[in-house]
């Protein structure tokens, strides 16, 4: 789906040559989204994608997989934020967590935030992108320094295969169903990690957007409603990700998030800028067209 296009245009003067790069993010044969950055910090074909990182004018630095945008430093916290935070707040006391993918470590940062967390593995396939998060994007990254952080460059698919009974919380911060997250939005990986957690553990798994990706979140949707006794598909906006809505999806064991109200006390430390009490509650409502894709 995604084909790079980084265009250099250069228009001539006689006193100065002005250049202007551009990133042209194609999303579907019919969409791309321009991003006009000024320098492009890093970039490698790694052995899995082609990787970068870029200083862009609106949103600062972001990272590029496969020319596509996966985070920057200006909105990341909405995302980050929202893949942690309802799972973390709905387990009572968790401490063993496991982030599959997000190499970057924004997610794993917020799943730090929580006293009780006594171990955080990171499995991320791809370690050229923890190198260049470390480097690069410091105020993503820097949780992967705390002592609490295992980090294992390995194929999340494989890391949970066996796993029993493990983990509280499993976040699933995969790039887009193309290339090495395919198996990460499949039946066989759901089960293995529905073994890998405690019997009252819980998943979050990023499920793309309800716009773009209608069948893709249809589906993930229903295999976890198979695997897991309780289930829910919540939303919010990434500014910096395609057709507004982003969306996750839960399966729990045992713990209802919608039954839960999140304490203030552990929020009040935590100094958040986008989950709140109410947003929990309400990331949960749901728009009817969203609504009748899990029908
Ligand atoms: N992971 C999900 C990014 C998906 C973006 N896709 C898109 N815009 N088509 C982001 C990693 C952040 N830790």
């Given at each position: 789906m995604a084909r790079i296009v980084y265009r250099q245009l250069i228009r001539g003067g006689f006193e100065a040559e002005i250049m202007e790069f551009w990133?042209?993010?194609?999303?579907?044969?019919?969409?791309?989204?321009?991003?006009?950055?000024?320098?492009?910090?890093?970039?490698?074909?790694?052995?899995?994608?082609?990787?970068?990182?870029?200083?862009t004018l609106e949103f600062g630095r972001a990272l590029v997989l496969d020319g596509i945008v996966q985070t920057t430093e200006k909105d990341e916290f909405i995302y980050h934020e929202m893949i942690?935070?309802?799972?973390?707040?709905?387990h009572p006391n968790p401490q063993k967590v496991l982030v599959i993918g997000g190499g970057?470590?924004?997610?794993?940062?917020?799943?730090?935030?929580?006293?009780?967390?006594?171990?955080?593995d990171l499995v991320e396939i791809d370690e050229k992108v923890i190198w260049a998060c470390r480097k690069y994007l410091p105020t993503i990254s820097s949780a992967l320094s705390d002592s609490r952080v295992r980090i294992l460059v390995e194929d999340?698919?494989?890391?949970?295969?066996g796993k029993e009974n493990y983990y509280d919380v499993i976040l699933v911060d995969?790039?887009?169903?193309?290339?090495?997250?395919?198996?990460?939005?499949?039946?066989?990986?759901?089960?293995?990690?529905?073994?890998?957690?405690?019997?009252?553990?819980?998943?979050?798994?990023q499920t793309e957007s309800p716009v773009f990706n209608r069948e893709l979140l249809s589906g993930v949707h229903s295999t976890i409603r198979e695997i897991f006794p309780i289930t829910g598909t919540?939303?919010?906006?990434?500014?910096?990700?395609?057709?507004?809505?982003?969306?996750?999806?839960?399966?729990?064991?045992?713990?209802d998030p919608l039954a839960v109200?999140?304490?203030?006390?552990?929020?009040?430390?935590?100094?958040?800028k986008y989950y709140n009490a109410a947003i929990h509650q309400a990331c949960f409502a749901l728009p009817n067209f969203v609504k009748?894709?899990?029908e």
């Open positions: 990133l042209n993010e194609k999303h579907t044969d019919g969409y791309a989204v321009s991003w006009k950055f000024s320098e492009t910090l890093y970039t490698e074909r790694t052995d899995y994608q082609h990787l970068a990182v870029i200083d942690a935070h309802p799972a973390m707040m709905t970057d470590g924004g997610t794993i940062r917020e799943a730090l935030r929580y006293q009780s967390v006594t171990r955080a999340g698919l494989k890391f949970v295969r995969s790039s887009d169903p193309i290339g090495p997250a395919v198996g990460l939005f499949g039946k066989e990986f759901y089960r293995d990690v529905y073994n890998a957690l405690k019997e009252d553990g819980i998943l979050v798994a919540y939303l919010t906006a990434v500014a910096t990700y395609i057709g507004g809505f982003w969306s996750f999806t839960c399966g729990s064991k045992k713990y109200i999140p304490d203030p006390d552990k929020l009040k430390d935590m100094n958040l009748d894709l899990f």
